[in-house]
């Protein structure tokens, strides 16, 4: 009976051992098969073999302890990791954090957003307090808004669109504003005529019927007015377009350029500024600490690629003429009947009107035009009513314009 019960009973250590250290139990059944009597050796030896696991195991599972810190305080969500595992944590709302590392002399990484990755080797300490140092930098536009005052961009109220001096020379333009055009949201930039003529800049549509609509031009502090009133005559006294104020700035000296949208973004400057403010700052000298020289050259080739569809059937007038010599009647020549130049052979052209419904071309007519020769008293001679289809294609010649800097 004390057999049995000593058996049943290594029967469950052995199952027990199985259990904890596989190791463990291959010792056991050793010793079972040698000394099934010696009960005190038998549980020495388990004893020892047990204890023995035990301690390594402490060994290899060391625990750290710390608090993680900041310049302004306690950091939470900070990762720490094990170097070279898995194994990680995070800290808590007071910073705080416990990670089970492999060994003692294990290294531990601490990582956050907007801080520098730190990395701690553990040598055995089993409490440590770190200081993470912050990398985030405050990514905050600033911009010239009225009067010299620059201020952070996202403070604002209004739109600011800002233009850097370099994208002004991208593609070599000779007038500043076409080297802004397609850059800016809402402006409109467009030319009045060919190289060297006026461009108008409207910002956020047209307003008024009355003016040109034009923004105010501000080149370090001081106003300057860009009209298109040079432009705006019509017919006969169409005057020639010799550009207005902004064709005069030289696009290489500019350092930026602030455009300031609305009536609210432009209230420092009053009613002027009612259409906009462009905000245009030139290049300086500072920062740099040695003479340097810029050399600039650029030249742009122009040539119209279409022609507007130019009636050439009549010459200029308002009523068709017929010489009376061919049509029988004197009603036929209107300006004639009462003219002192009348004759019967040709037709008097009205030179005073730019309408296109006078005297038929091409019908070998005659008559007196503007360019007509005289005779030896003083008299316009009459010459034949021809059509030149082509005349304003062989009076535009290619143009070249050369704009050449230093500074």
């Known amino acids: 009976m004390r057999n049995r019960c000593f058996t049943a009973r290594l029967l469950c250590i052995f199952s027990l051992v199985i259990i904890l250290n596989p190791l463990a139990a291959q010792d056991i059944a050793s010793m079972a098969g040698s000394q099934k009597n010696n009960k005190g050796k038998l549980f020495s030896d388990y004893h020892k073999t047990v204890v023995t696991h035990t301690e390594k195991s402490a060994l290899a599972d060391f625990v750290i302890k710390g608090t993680v810190r900041d310049q302004n305080g306690v950091v939470s969500g900070v990762t720490v990791t094990e170097?070279?595992?898995?194994?990680?944590?995070?800290?808590?709302?007071?910073?705080?954090?416990?990670?089970?590392?492999?060994?003692?002399?294990?290294?531990?990484?601490?990582?956050?957003?907007?801080?520098?990755?730190?990395?701690?080797?553990?040598?055995?300490?089993?409490?440590?307090?770190?200081?993470?140092?912050?990398?985030?930098?405050?990514?905050?536009?600033?911009?010239?808004?009225?009067?010299?005052?620059?201020?952070?961009?996202?403070?604002?109220?209004?739109?600011?669109?800002?233009?850097?001096?370099?994208?002004?020379?991208?593609?070599?333009?000779?007038?500043?504003?076409?080297?802004m055009s397609g850059k800016v949201a809402g402006v409109t930039i467009n030319q009045t005529s060919g190289s060297g003529s006026s461009?108008?800049?409207?910002?956020?549509?047209?307003?008024?019927?009355?003016?040109?609509?034009?923004?105010?031009?501000?080149?370090d502090g001081v106003p300057i007015a860009n009209t298109l009133n040079n432009v705006s005559q019509v017919g006969n006294d169409n005057r020639v377009d010799y550009g207005?104020?902004?064709g005069g700035v030289n696009p290489d000296d500019i350092e930026n350029v602030s455009i300031l949208k609305g009536p609210s973004a432009a209230a420092l400057y009053g009613s002027r500024a009612g259409n906009g403010v462009v905000l245009i700052?030139?290049?300086?000298?500072?920062?740099?600490?040695?003479?340097?020289?810029?050399?600039?050259?650029?030249?742009?080739?122009?040539?119209p690629?279409?022609?507007?569809?130019?009636?050439?059937?009549?010459?200029?007038?308002?009523?068709?003429?017929?010489?009376?010599?061919?049509?029988?009647?004197?009603?036929?020549?209107?300006?004639?009947?009462?003219d002192p130049r009348f004759n019967p052979d040709y037709v008097i052209i009205d030179e005073s009107t730019s309408g296109g419904g006078g005297p038929e071309l091409d019908k070998?007519?005659?008559?007196?035009?503007?360019?007509?020769?005289?005779?030896?008293?003083?008299?316009q001679i009459a010459t034949p009513l021809i059509?030149?289809?082509?005349?304003?294609?062989?009076?535009?010649?290619?143009?070249?314009?050369?704009?050449?800097?230093?500074?």
């Open 305 to 338: 690629y279409k022609f507007l569809n130019w009636q050439s059937q009549f010459a200029s007038g308002v009523f068709p003429a017929t010489p009376v010599s061919i049509s029988g009647n004197i009603l036929t020549d209107p300006l004639g009947a009462s």
């Open 244 to 246: 207005n104020a902004m």
């Open 199 to 219: 461009v108008s800049m409207i910002i956020r549509g047209a307003t008024s019927l009355s003016s040109d609509n034009q923004p105010l031009f501000v080149i």
């Open 387 to 407: 059509s030149h289809p082509d005349n304003v294609k062989n009076f535009v010649q290619t143009g070249i314009t050369t704009t050449n800097g230093v500074s």
């Open 83 to 179: 170097k070279g595992t898995t194994n990680a944590t995070t800290t808590d709302a007071n910073g705080r954090f416990s990670l089970h590392v492999s060994s003692s002399n294990s290294v531990v990484i601490f990582t956050s957003i907007s801080y520098k990755t730190l990395e701690i080797a553990v040598s055995g300490r089993s409490n440590i307090e770190i200081t993470l140092e912050n990398t985030a930098q405050e990514l905050s536009a600033v911009v010239v808004t009225a009067l010299g005052i620059t201020r952070a961009k996202k403070s604002l109220g209004y739109s600011v669109e800002e233009v850097a001096g370099k994208e002004m020379n991208r593609v070599a333009q000779e007038n500043v504003l076409n080297a």
């Open 281 to 303: 700052t030139t290049k300086s000298g500072k920062g740099v600490r040695k003479l340097t020289v810029s050399l600039t050259s650029n030249t742009v080739f122009e040539k």
């Open 364 to 379: 070998g007519y005659l008559g007196l035009q503007w360019n007509s020769p005289l005779d030896e008293n003083g008299n």
